[in-house]
């Protein structure tokens, strides 16, 4: 090999890529239009998230005044998702999205609730019916998960525990009223499940059934 094809095999050092700005820039909001009307008092947030990120992200929603003064237009304060060190601790540490909602709900009240999850029963009751029962079921299923998921050692834990139960059979008194409302039977063997939980309900507890007779989604989401 003579020395003008050595030249054409010689490697050529590369210059390090320059990150895109995309890589740079922080998600947007994924919603223009919301469907809840906050009330006066009430700050909303957004907390979704977007596969290439790999983690959530949170959005003030309405009354941003009340915890940060980013500046600018309010399209700008809407698509700029808050600091926050639950989802900066994401993918080191052992995050799930319940500590991302205890942290929001801490910014949000001062002193610190000893149980960032507790529930205002009287302004779930007083929803529609509906709207009653599709809230119960949705918070049920979020409540249960922590119980089965969440960390023991929490202080809140246990008032957690106790915050599902009358959460449970709010749930279930709203799934009776609306099958008599569209006139169908209630005094059936097996009741159809709650379209958000996704598990069939059961009105005798844990304790009392063979274990052998629960099938391991029941199992899962009864509390001990």
């Given amino acids: 090999m003579d020395s003008r094809s050595r030249t054409h095999t010689t490697t050529q050092p590369q210059t390090p890529r320059e990150p ?11 919603s223009e239009r919301e469907m809840a009307v906050p009330e006066v008092n009430c700050t909303l947030f957004l907390l979704a ?5 790999g983690r959530p992200y949170a959005w003030i929603r309405s009354n941003h005044e ?10 700008m304060v809407r698509d700029t998702p808050m600091k926050l060190k639950s989802i900066t601790d994401w993918q ?3 995050i799930r999205v319940w500590d991302v909602l ?8 001062v002193p610190s609730p000893t149980n960032p999850f507790a529930l ?5 009751k007083n929803l ?8 119960t079921g949705a918070l049920l299923n979020f409540l249960e998960t922590y119980v089965v998921y969440g960390n023991r050692d929490e202080l809140h834990y246990d008032k957690v525990v106790e915050e599902v139960k009358p959460l449970r059979r709010l749930h279930v008194q709203s799934l009776l009223e609306l099958q008599r409302l569209r006139g169908r039977s209630t005094a059936t063997d097996k009741p159809p ?32």
């Fill in 20 to 30: 895109s700005s995309e890589e740079h820039l922080l998600p947007a909001s994924p």
């Fill in 49 to 53: 998230g977007y596969v290439k990120y």
């Fill in 66 to 75: 009340r915890l940060v003064n980013i500046g600018g237009t309010d399209s």
């Fill in 92 to 94: 080191t540490r052992s």
């Fill in 102 to 109: 205890s942290e929001l709900v801490s910014l949000c009240t």
């Fill in 120 to 124: 205002d029963m009287r302004y779930i």
């Fill in 128 to 135: 529609p019916l509906p709207d009653r029962f599709l809230v």
């Fill in 193 to 224: 499940p709650s379209p958000l939980t996704g598990v069939l309900w059961n009105p005798y507890p844990l304790e009392r059934q063979p274990r052998s007779s629960l099938s391991p989604s029941l199992v899962r989401y009864h509390l001990r």
